[in-house]
Nanobody, 126 residues
Framework: QVQLVESGGGLVKAGDSLRLSCAAS????????MGWFRHTSAKGREFVAT????????QYADSVKGRFIISRDNAKNALYLEMNSLKPDDTAVYYC???????????????????WGRGTQVTVSS
């Protein structure tokens, strides 16, 4: 059974940093792109960041570009999201996602991801 488990969320103040982790089990994601999405009741689930199978290509939503960094450790089957200069608008449930296909190299579309974690809450106070 494939599991993606996020951790590292919490309540922080605007301007603070958080590092989210995603531990994968039941399947190796080496060779597959992965990503982070977030969900709010107002916007639904939206793309945050994606990374190619070897970490060589990354892409970010405009709203987080320059503040968030996605990375992965294939040896640990893990995905990370470093979040800096957090804003109240970053408040959301953050989800780790993994693809089931080698193509494309990365994706901003949630429909391209076959595996999802249960999410971790990030709350940023002003």
């Amino acid at each position: 059974q494939v599991q993606l488990v996020e951790s590292g969320g919490g309540l922080v103040k605007a301007g603070d940093s958080l590092r989210l982790s995603c531990a994968a089990s039941g399947r190796s994601f080496t060779g597959f792109f992965m990503g982070w999405f977030r969900h709010t009741s107002a916007k639904g689930r939206e793309f945050v960041a994606t990374i190619s199978w070897n970490g060589g290509i990354t892409q970010y939503a405009d709203s987080v570009k320059g503040r968030f960094i996605i990375s992965r450790d294939n040896a640990k089957n893990a995905l990370y999201l470093e979040m800096n200069s957090l804003k109240p608008d970053d408040t959301a449930v953050y989800y780790c996602a993994g693809s089931g296909s080698h193509n494309p190299l990365f994706s901003t579309s949630l429909t391209d991801y076959a595996y999802w974690g249960r999410g971790t809450q990030v709350t940023v106070s002003s």
